[in-house]
Nanobody, 125 residues
Framework: QVQLVESGGGLVQTGGSLRLSCAAS????????MGWFRQAPGKEREFVAA????????YYADSMKGRFTISRDNAKNTLYLQMNSLKPEDTAVYSC??????????????????WGQGTQVTVSS
């Protein structure tokens, strides 16, 4: 069992930055591909970014490319999401997720076995 705990969310103005963290407990993350998803009120869960177990490969939703950066530190069992140039439409609950084994579709929630509770990000205009 992998427990994931997000942190770093908060209130920021348009154009600001936040860095989200996702810490894993009880088991190393190095065997897992990791992803960030978000869900805004009244909307479906949306893929944000993903990273392979080694960190060698990263994937982003088109609207996040150039603004968001996903990274990981396997020695610290921690996943990160650096978010820059934030917009009001980025307001959502951001959740991290872990997928064990070979992942063929990083943008789909299906391969992910474990999920965190999420952290709220609010971008004011």
């Amino acid at each position: 069992q992998v427990q994931l705990v997000e942190s770093g969310g908060g209130l920021v103005q348009t154009g600001g930055s936040l860095r989200l963290s996702c810490a894993a407990s009880r088991r190393t993350l190095s065997s897992y591909s990791m992803g960030w998803f978000r869900q805004a009120p009244g909307k479906e869960r949306e893929f944000v970014a993903a990273i392979s177990w080694s960190g060698a490969n990263t994937y982003y939703a088109d609207s996040m490319k150039g603004r968001f950066t996903i990274s990981r530190d396997n020695a610290k069992n921690t996943l990160y999401l650096q978010m820059n140039s934030l917009k009001p439409e980025d307001t959502a609950v951001y959740s991290c997720a872990a997928a064990y084994g070979r992942v063929t579709s990083f943008s789909s929630p299906t391969p992910y076995n474990y999920w965190g509770q999420g952290t709220q990000v609010t971008v004011s205009s």
